[in-house]
């Protein structure tokens, strides 16, 4: 897999140009636990895994939602710990929201769940007062109402001694800033987290928020924990979109996307292409071609059908659309009474999007009643005046 492949799993998500796409099947998988217990590398590896099976998915590691200001919260607590663990809290949920909806696997350390941990523990410190903390518990709630949660949590348990240890090596290397200003704190803080993390996870262990969990910690191996998420969902429709298709239709659908490469779209910037199988075996492609008058823009079926129609043949056996947008692309009403012509209700229509992916519907389910000869039985006389 080369980085150019792996731009979108790596990349900074808030400089990602993200384009809305309808599909429901994406999925949040969320790593929970402590600093040091391992989430950066698990990450990785999850991400990588998925990305194989669609490439429409993003990891996010926790630096990505880290302030300017993040060692304020270190050094200067009281006055800034309350803010920024606020904004922690807000930029998650937008980064959470932004990529479900815009259709991409979403693989992120921590979660909406994991926000309030950190908040508590402030409180528990004294660094916040009592009117503070219920303020933001009641904002959490909100959000919570407002935020995807995961399909899968990982809970990473790791002994305090081990996250202690990884946490000051990272720092040792330069994997990570020095962000305590001194061991004590660093034990201490890290302490609290983990007896907090330890709570939340046996909330998790006995009622769930309907969110399939997954252990992760000394005695369970990566590869065993990436096989039992590649287990639990279901990748089986995203593949089969991209790979369960005939050779004859691969064909048509690289035409289609050669005509749609030629689209005239000055006005709507969407480009269609189009690609008929006549019942003799030929193929003939179209793309739209816009008009400033907009009655008068030719769609890609209707020039593909032109172009069949002109060579000679005369009946459509099997037909491609592709655009180059998120969308699956479906035939407007007018293309649909274009193909009742040359059609019937069996032949396949397959839609296809820019990355690829597809579904395939017959032209009769497309256009049922279709307005058509039959409409008018001959046998019916006309009427005299």
């Known amino acids: 897999m080369s980085k150019n492949d792996l731009f979108h799993l790596y990349s900074n998500p808030w400089g990602l140009h993200l384009n809305s796409n309808a599909r429901k ?3 949040y998988i969320c790593l929970s636990g402590n600093s040091g217990v391992g989430k950066s590398t698990l990450l990785k590896s999850i991400g990588e895994t998925i990305f194989k099976h669609d490439d429409r998915t993003i990891a996010v590691d926790e630096k990505s939602i880290h302030h300017p200001f993040l060692s304020s919260l270190f050094f200067d607590t009281q006055k800034y710990g309350f803010q920024i663990q606020l904004n922690f809290m807000i930029q998650r949920s937008l980064l959470i929201n932004k990529c479900m909806d815009d259709g991409y696997n979403l693989i992120m350390e921590r979660s909406h769940f994991d926000d309030r941990i950190f908040m508590t523990h402030l409180y528990n410190e004294g660094v916040i007062n009592k009117s503070e903390y219920n303020t933001y518990m009641q904002l959490w709630e909100q959000l919570l109402k407002r935020t995807r949660i995961p ?7 790791l002994p305090l001694n081990k996250a202690i240890e990884n946490v000051t090596a990272d720092e040792l290397y330069g994997r990570r800033p020095k962000e305590f200003p001194d061991e004590t704190k660093k034990e201490k803080w890290l302490s609290s987290w983990h007896n907090l993390y330890m709570d939340f996870f046996d909330e998790m262990r006995k009622n769930g928020h309907n969110i399939k969990t997954i252990e992760f910690n000394e005695n369970v191996s990566i590869e065993n924990v990436v096989s039992q998420i590649t287990d639990a969902l279901d990748f089986t429709s995203t593949e089969a979109r991209k790979k369960d298709v005939s050779n004859d239709v691969k064909e048509m659908f690289e035409k289609a996307k ?13 480009a269609v292409g189009a690609c008929i199988r006549s019942s003799d075996g030929k193929m003939y492609t179209g793309c739209n071609i816009e008009n400033i008058s907009s009655s008068v823009t030719l ?5 593909a059908i032109g172009n069949m129609l002109s060579a000679g043949s005369k009946r459509i056996s099997e037909i491609v659309i592709v655009s180059n947008k998120n969308e699956l692309i479906s035939p ?15 032949v396949k229509v397959h839609m296809f999007n ?3 992916d597809y579904e395939t519907d017959t032209f009769g389910k497309l256009m049922p009643r ?4 039959s409409t008018f039985p001959d046998t019916i006389p006309l009427k005299t005046i």
């Open 332 to 346: 407007c009403g007018a293309c649909r009474q274009r193909m009742v012509e040359f059609t019937d209700s069996s």
């Open 258 to 270: 050669k005509a749609m490469s030629n689209a005239h779209n000055p006005y709507s910037g969407v």
């Open 25 to 27: 099947d994406n999925k």
């Open 354 to 356: 820019c990355n690829g």
């Open 370 to 373: 279709a307005f058509k000869d």
């Open 299 to 303: 769609c890609a079926e209707a020039a």
């Open 151 to 157: 399909n899968i949590m990982i809970l990473l348990n």
